[in-house]
């Protein structure tokens, strides 16, 4: 199948990207070590896959059956009868306000990110794509929409309305208003962000009525950085922070 060799091909140039790509972000205030070791294992799983795929007769195939989303105790499943539609990696801001008081927590206010396919490499080599969000939080985007040194297609953004509402826009594989309906704190070890910042919750939200193409819930999971502090100390006004993630997309 086309996706399953632009997988393959993908893998093959992550692990020989050239250094004109975005700089990795190592911040002293955060977990240096722990930045690297991130991304350290990224490029292992990813070196030990293409290997695999070179030892192959043919390319591998994309079968979404087989892909298998991360989870937590006490995340319920997708509905019943709800079938697997697109998995992307979402890169950008977690975004936040403070009101000027010290002592106060900070708001949250939305979140902006772009969103790449991982859908087929989620079938085929999971592994591999849990551990994207966790090397994509310590590099930026560029101009180009690059995500790190990984060769990875834009599928679409996600953003929030002026009334709030998550939205997530993929295309022609539809739209997706949502509403959140369960949320729970990222597992203890989860990546943090590019100055330590921890990982936000795993979410599933579900669809409002204006969704396109039997779209119907999408699952945040895999979370790296996108945290607040704890307070408003030295904080005054909209704030971001860097996060990424894996998001699920099913539909009926």
């Given at each position: 199948?086309?996706?399953?060799?632009?997988?393959?091909?993908?893998?093959?140039?992550?692990?020989?990207?050239?250094?004109?790509?975005?700089?990795?972000?190592?911040?002293?205030?955060?977990d240096?070590?722990?930045?690297?070791?991130?991304?350290?294992q990224?490029?292992?799983?990813?070196a030990a896959?293409?290997?695999?795929?070179?030892a192959?007769?043919?390319?591998?195939?994309?079968?979404?059956?087989?892909?298998?989303?991360?989870?937590?105790?006490?995340?319920?499943?997708?509905?019943?009868?709800?079938?697997l539609?697109?998995?992307?990696?979402?890169?950008?801001?977690?975004?936040?306000?403070?009101?000027?008081?010290?002592?106060?927590?900070?708001?949250?206010?939305?979140?902006?990110?772009?969103?790449?396919?991982?859908?087929?490499m989620?079938?085929m080599?999971?592994?591999?794509?849990?551990?994207?969000?966790?090397?994509?939080?310590?590099?930026?985007l560029?101009?180009?929409?690059?995500?790190?040194?990984?060769?990875?297609?834009?599928?679409?953004?996600?953003?929030?309305?002026?009334?709030?509402?998550?939205?997530?826009?993929?295309?022609?594989?539809?739209?997706?208003?949502?509403?959140?309906?369960?949320?729970?704190?990222?597992?203890p070890?989860?990546?943090?962000?590019?100055?330590?910042?921890?990982?936000?919750?795993?979410?599933?939200?579900?669809?409002?009525?204006?969704?396109?193409?039997?779209l119907?819930?999408?699952?945040?999971?895999?979370?790296?950085?996108?945290?607040?502090?704890?307070?408003?100390?030295?904080?005054d006004?909209?704030?971001?922070?860097?996060?990424?993630?894996?998001?699920?997309?099913?539909?009926?």
């Amino acid at each position: 199948m086309r996706f399953s060799i632009f997988v393959a091909s993908s893998l093959v140039a992550a692990a020989s990207a050239a250094p004109t790509w975005p700089d990795f972000q190592v911040n002293e205030l955060g977990d240096p070590l722990g930045a690297l070791n991130a991304v350290s294992q990224y490029f292992n799983l990813v070196a030990a896959k293409v290997s695999t795929v070179k030892a192959l007769s043919g390319p591998p195939r994309c079968d979404l059956s087989k892909a298998v989303m991360p989870t937590l105790p006490g995340m319920p499943p997708p509905a019943s009868g709800s079938k697997l539609r697109h998995v992307a990696v979402g890169r950008g801001t977690q975004n936040y306000t403070c009101d000027g008081s010290a002592d106060s927590k900070p708001k949250a206010v939305g979140a902006v990110a772009t969103l790449f396919n991982v859908t087929c490499m989620a079938a085929m080599y999971p592994d591999v794509t849990t551990k994207v969000p966790g090397m994509a939080v310590h590099f930026n985007l560029d101009a180009a929409n690059r995500l790190g040194p990984a060769m990875l297609p834009v599928s679409g953004h996600h953003y929030f309305t002026a009334a709030g509402v998550p939205f997530f826009d993929l295309g022609s594989e539809g739209q997706l208003p949502g509403a959140k309906n369960t949320s729970l704190s990222a597992p203890p070890g989860a990546a943090v962000g590019q100055k330590g910042e921890a990982a936000v919750a795993w979410l599933r939200l579900l669809a409002t009525k204006d969704a396109t193409n039997g779209l119907s819930e999408v699952f945040r999971v895999s979370t790296a950085g996108g945290s607040p502090p704890e307070t408003c100390k030295d904080l005054d006004g909209p704030f971001q922070v860097e996060y990424s993630a894996e998001y699920w997309f099913w539909s009926k």
